[in-house]
């Protein structure tokens, strides 16, 4: 058993000392229990509750069933460890505080610095060329053995959601939770940052302030005695306060969101702190090509709109105060909401504590529809080239802009996804990493806009080292302008999509976002009904047919970062138009 505290020292104002003093402190304050009794009472319900949600998730149940095992002495141990938790005292944390965590420790500390890189050059012998269609008599065994059917649990949005009007403009969606007690309710504003630019500095900020009647460390105190978690967040058409808790504890905290709504507190040092972290997240990108060649990316195929150039930098950040924060929170409350509840409650307990709690608009502006924003791919193929001289990688992206996908095209779109890159048996994977060991990272995918047009686009990626930048974009170019047919590898493809659907069922807690978003993309109902005959009865003509009507014969965006010592400019010209872009022009100031 370890445990482990990580701290990061201010970098001027402070040092290893200094904060390794404030972490000693509190672990003193634990021992000499220098903490009230509501204090411990919300945070031995906070441990309990935390065990209820990993029996939510399936990876997380296996993961408790063998920590079990190997640390608990077995399942019986597991249960009394939850008794255990339930009676525990302060008495026992006290205790152990004293035993456990006095004067001896282990301290480690990891300054700045600046390490040498090591630049791998290409090996000198030629690689191995594997022979192509062949598998071991193990794998042919394997995949002769009768293949179950597939079981899919389908969704019912009218059995399984229950709605509700919460007055005009104002709505109510309701699941059940079929595990325990613990509720989430979402509050999804009918506007987002695309119409309101501030939100996503909004959102931050929202989660670090008080109220009028609570300090922001006493409304943190509040929720915390609720074992209640507070998250907002903001999307291209909306605005989500999210509340997670223990059912009992619904009607409170919803009188917190209330004065959050009502009455917020305009406070200097939170936004300084969100201002902070704007600045060092953004530096953190920077440092990094394989963010950079993100933003490269959403730079070619969104201009002004890519996400990188929408949100606040740090001189951006600087220049909002509370003040035009606070303006921004009055008009998302002036929209429509869409309530999203999950939890054991009866809906119409819910919409009545909803509506007597919260001052939702009684003449609310409607919701904003669903915004996807316009690809700007060039009308020819064009490479463009972000110089990085510490760049070790060379990332590149490539993308063909297509045509709206109709939903009988839908299975024949998937079905092309997954046999150009949707799997380690994509030919973008095989042909680039385990064909010829290119690349380090090699996928590609066809998304469809989440939309009723479902206008597709093809999206490819490698991550390679710079002496073969060359040969992976000849590889890429042509798998994209001149896709191989491999019709034996159609009987994978349909197994991959039909064992996906399986897989593929919303979590309880998504169920009705996951409902809206089908709904978004005009399907009345769980797609996987239609979606999985149509895998059955997929032939190799289906997938050629998708790819020469949506990407053969396109303009194709090859984006790429590199270090130009060894990505020359007159190699990347043959592929294309080439366009220099100066890495600062793909961020907002």
């Keep these: 058993?370890?445990?482990?505290?990580?701290?990061?020292?201010?970098?001027?104002?402070?040092?290893?000392?200094?904060?390794?003093?404030?972490?000693?402190?509190?672990?003193?304050?634990?021992?000499?229990?220098?903490f009230d009794d509501a204090t411990f009472v919300a945070l031995k319900e906070a441990l309990i509750t935390e065990q209820k949600e990993r029996w939510e998730d399936n990876r997380e149940r296996a993961?408790?069933?063998?920590?079990?095992?190997?640390?608990?002495?077995g399942w019986d141990g597991y249960v009394r460890y939850l008794g255990q938790l339930r009676a525990v005292t302060r008495a026992d944390v006290m205790r152990v505080a004293s035993e456990r965590f006095g004067e001896r420790h282990l301290v480690v500390r990891s300054r700045m610095g600046f390490p040498k890189k090591t630049r791998l050059d290409k090996p000198d012998y030629p690689p191995v060329d594997p022979p192509r269609g062949k598998h071991s008599p193990f794998f042919e065994a394997m995949r002769a053995r009768p293949k179950p059917a597939p079981r899919v649990e389908l969704v019912d949005p009218r059995t399984d959601l229950a709605t509700r009007t919460l007055g005009p403009g104002n709505?109510?969606?309701?699941?059940?939770?079929p595990f325990n007690d613990i509720y989430q309710l979402e509050l999804r504003f009918g506007v987002g940052n695309d119409s309101i630019r501030e939100l996503d500095v909004l959102a931050q900020y929202l989660q670090r302030i008080g109220t009028t009647a609570h300090s922001p460390d006493e409304f943190r105190r509040q929720l915390f005695g609720l074992s209640t978690t507070l998250e907002v967040e903001t999307t291209l058409d909306r605005f989500v306060v999210r509340l997670r808790g223990p059912q009992a504890n619904l009607p409170r905290a919803l009188e917190l969101v209330a004065a959050l709504m009502k009455e917020p507190r305009a406070e200097r040092r939170p936004l300084r702190q969100v201002r902070r972290e704007i600045w060092g997240f953004r530096r953190i990108e920077r440092k990094d090509a394989v963010n950079v060649g993100k933003a490269l990316r959403d730079h070619v195929l969104y201009g002004d709109d890519s996400p990188f150039h929408r949100e606040h930098g740090p001189w951006g950040a600087r220049m909002l105060g509370p003040t035009r924060l606070f303006d921004a929170w009055a008009r998302v409350q002036t929209r429509g909401v869409e309530v999203h509840y999950v939890g054991q409650g009866r809906v119409e307990d819910v919409a009545a504590v909803v509506s007597e709690r919260l001052p939702l608009s009684q003449e609310p502006r409607p919701l904003k529809p669903r915004v996807v924003h316009a690809r700007r791919l060039p009308a020819e193929t064009t490479v463009y080239f972000v110089p990085r001289r510490d760049a070790v990688q060379t990332q590149l992206w490539f993308a063909v802009e297509g045509d709206p996908v109709r939903r009988p095209e839908v299975p024949a779109a998937n079905a092309f996804g997954e046999y150009f890159g949707g799997s380690m048996a994509g030919l973008v994977f095989q042909e680039i990493r385990e064909f010829r060991a290119l690349a380090y990272s090699a996928k590609a995918a066809y998304p469809l806009d989440p939309n009723v047009y479902q206008r597709g686009h093809l999206l490819g990626y490698v991550g390679c080292q710079a002496d073969k930048t060359v040969e992976a974009l000849d590889v890429m170019v042509g798998l994209i302008t001149k896709m191989p047919r491999r019709p034996d590898r159609l009987a994978a493809v349909e197994g991959a999509l039909v064992r996906s659907q399986e897989t593929a069922s919303p979590e309880f807690r998504e169920l009705p976002l996951a409902v809206g978003e089908w709904r978004a993309r005009g399907y009345g109902e769980d797609p996987r009904r239609w979606l999985?005959?149509?895998?059955?009865d997929l032939e190799f003509e289906d997938i050629e047919q998708f790819y020469a009507a949506h990407v053969e014969g396109r303009p194709l965006a090859i984006m790429v970062v590199g270090d130009p010592r060894k990505v020359k400019a007159e190699d990347l010209r043959k592929y294309g138009k080439l366009v220099r872009v100066r890495e600062g022009a793909l961020y907002s100031k």
């Design 1 to 34: 058993n370890l445990d482990v505290v990580a701290y990061v020292p201010r970098l001027v104002t402070q040092t290893f000392r200094g904060a390794e003093r404030l972490v000693l402190e509190q672990f003193r304050r634990v021992r000499e229990g220098e």
């Design 63 to 73: 993961l408790a069933m063998g920590h079990a095992f190997v640390a608990r002495g």
């Design 171 to 177: 709505t109510l969606t309701a699941a059940n939770n």
């Design 532 to 536: 999985l005959p149509a895998y059955e």
